[in-house]
């Protein structure tokens, strides 16, 4: 349950500058209340798919929570259903933890919500055959206020991947393979989804697009000029120009670097050069990638630490390789504790510029 004592705390107030908050908050965190804020869970984790269960909740969210994946996506829920649903986590989280954290809750959005009853629109391969930026941010705003309306606050999209290969059996879902049409038209979703208040999420950091052999999250090949000059570009321009939210690592490896644990992508040039101020999550299960298909090594201890320590954030669509590993991580001296802060700090910081402390639930069903 919810401190009494902490009513009055300075995090509380939305009157302070978010960082003296974010300071003030992670001030008062445990080392499991940190951590929490780092995993998501699946809806099915805490209801049946429909009706809220706030035993099942307090089995795998008792120290907070970072994300829920997919309240949509993965039920048959319309939408006033999904809004309840998400807003009965969101009370739990509120009511029923020590620090009231809401959680951010994420949908898929390529080209439409993925969502029972949901508008789809053409794919992005024929949204830009339009050459139209303005139409694509028409069609972002309505897919972020058709999140909202279900209670998401992020959605993973834009597609800013650069293709090449016919043979990718995934060309469909990108804006193509003209380097100034992928960033014009990713910066139009970016922007029309943002003004909703709905964080985008651009992926996938980087040359997913452009794999080995055309065989999806194999390795690519890409020099450090033509890296730079075509497939960063357009994150780099979302980044800067429209302040993208968040940032979705790539499966494949650069240069023999896996993305999802990669300092140098996701630290050096995304963060320090490029500025970016929000978070980084992983695509689903990719830290735990990192002992599964990289086989850079047997321990998910280890994994956590290395993407961690890379800058990726948080962990989709459950917490599988943080969690407990990263506790062990910790206590084997594998990771930092400052580390664990700074992830920590970033994601309170969205959730505190997002309003989610004053406003996490959906008003037009209350």
């Given amino acids: 349950m919810t401190d009494p004592t902490l009513g009055a705390a300075p995090y509380r107030d939305a009157t302070l500058p978010v960082e003296a908050r974010v300071a003030d908050l992670l001030g008062r965190m445990t080392r499991h209340e940190k951590i929490a804020q780092l995993g998501a869970i699946w809806p099915a984790q805490c209801s049946d798919g429909e009706t809220f269960d706030a035993a099942r909740m307090r089995d795998v969210a008792a120290h907070g929570l970072g994300q829920v994946t997919r309240i949509s996506g993965s039920t048959l829920l319309e939408p006033e259903g999904a809004a309840r649903l998400a807003n009965a986590i969101q009370r739990w989280l509120r009511e029923e933890t020590r620090l009231g954290i809401p959680a951010i809750l994420h949908e898929e959005s390529l080209h439409g919500l993925t969502a029972l009853g949901s508008v789809v629109h053409p794919q992005c391969i024929n949204m830009a055959a339009t050459w139209r930026p303005e139409l ?19 959605v993973l999209a834009p597609i ?46 980087v040359g997913h697009g452009l794999p080995e052999g055309g065989m999806n999250r194999a390795p690519a090949h890409i020099g450090p000029r033509e890296l730079r000059e075509h497939f960063l570009l357009p994150f780099e321009a979302a980044v800067r120009q429209e302040r993208l939210g968040t940032v979705m690592h790539a499966y494949g490896e650069i240069d023999g670097q896996p993305c ?107």
């Fill in 136 to 154: 694509v941010e028409q069609v972002a705003g309505f897919i972020g206020r058709a999140a909202l309306a279900r209670g998401a606050t992020l």
């Fill in 160 to 205: 800013l991947d650069i293709t090449r290969d016919p043979r990718w059996g995934r060309l469909e879902e990108t804006f193509g393979e003209d380097t100034y049409l992928v960033m014009a038209l990713g910066c139009a979703y970016t922007r029309g989804v943002q003004a909703e208040g709905v964080l985008a999420c651009g992926k996938h950091l």
């Fill in 260 to 366: 999802v644990s990669s300092r140098e992508l996701l630290t050096d040039v995304l963060r320090e050069e490029w500025g970016f101020e929000g978070v980084v999550v992983s695509d689903y299960d990719g830290v735990n990638e990192l002992v599964v298909s990289h086989q850079v090594t047997s321990d998910r201890a280890a994994a956590a630490a290395m993407a961690l320590e890379a800058g990726m954030d948080m962990e989709l669509p459950r917490t599988l390789a943080y969690g407990e590993h990263l506790e062990r991580a910790l206590d084997r001296g594998l990771l930092d504790a400052s580390v664990l802060d700074l992830a920590v700090s970033r994601v309170l910081r969205v959730k505190f510029e997002m309003g989610l402390f004053e406003f996490p639930t959906v008003a037009p069903v209350e």
